[in-house]
């Protein structure tokens, strides 16, 4: 396993849509393997492929409840709403109050290769909503209605 160079704002990968991933393979597991690794290193919650400069539709997340890898992941079903600070990797110091869905359930596939469905609210809802956001190529900064360094 290896730490990765975190990509920064400004960086095009993050602005990039990133491509669905066709065949889970070994590489593919090394790679889920080095971004938990780095986001542990950075003392992050989660991570998306393009924050290390590979435009693939994979995520790790950590909330304080274990791992959790998604491969190509879609929000399914969501409900509710609310406002909550957000912070990125990709954008160190710098914080924002985000509109995000109160609770969502996302479909992925797992290291495995099986289809699974992960709900969850409160700060698991808002790292899957963020960490997908960075595989449309977009950054919490955009959608901040307020910020501010921390």
């Known amino acids: 396993m290896a730490i990765m160079e975190i990509r920064k704002a400004g960086d095009k990968v993050l602005k990039q849509i990133a491509e669905p991933v066709e065949k889970i393979d070994r590489k593919i597991k090394h790679l889920l393997d080095d971004m938990a690794e780095t986001m542990y290193a950075a003392d992050g919650v989660g991570l998306a492929a393009p924050q290390v400069g590979v435009s693939l539709q994979i995520v790790v997340i950590d909330v304080g409840e274990g791992i959790i890898e998604l491969i190509n992941p879609r929000i399914?079903?969501?409900?509710?709403?609310?406002?909550?600070?957000?912070?990125?990797?990709?954008?160190?110091?710098?914080?924002?109050?985000?509109?995000?869905?109160?609770?969502?359930?996302?479909?992925?596939?797992?290291?495995?290769?099986k289809k699974i469905q992960i709900s969850g609210s409160g700060l698991l809802a808002r790292a899957l909503q963020h960490e997908i956001d960075h595989l449309n190529g977009i950054l919490f900064i955009e959608l901040a209605k307020s910020m501010h360094k921390g």
């Open 76 to 113: 399914i079903a969501s409900e509710g709403c609310e406002l909550g600070s957000e912070g990125c990797l990709s954008v160190p110091g710098i914080y924002g109050d985000v509109e995000r869905c109160a609770t969502v359930t996302v479909e992925a596939l797992n290291r495995a290769g």
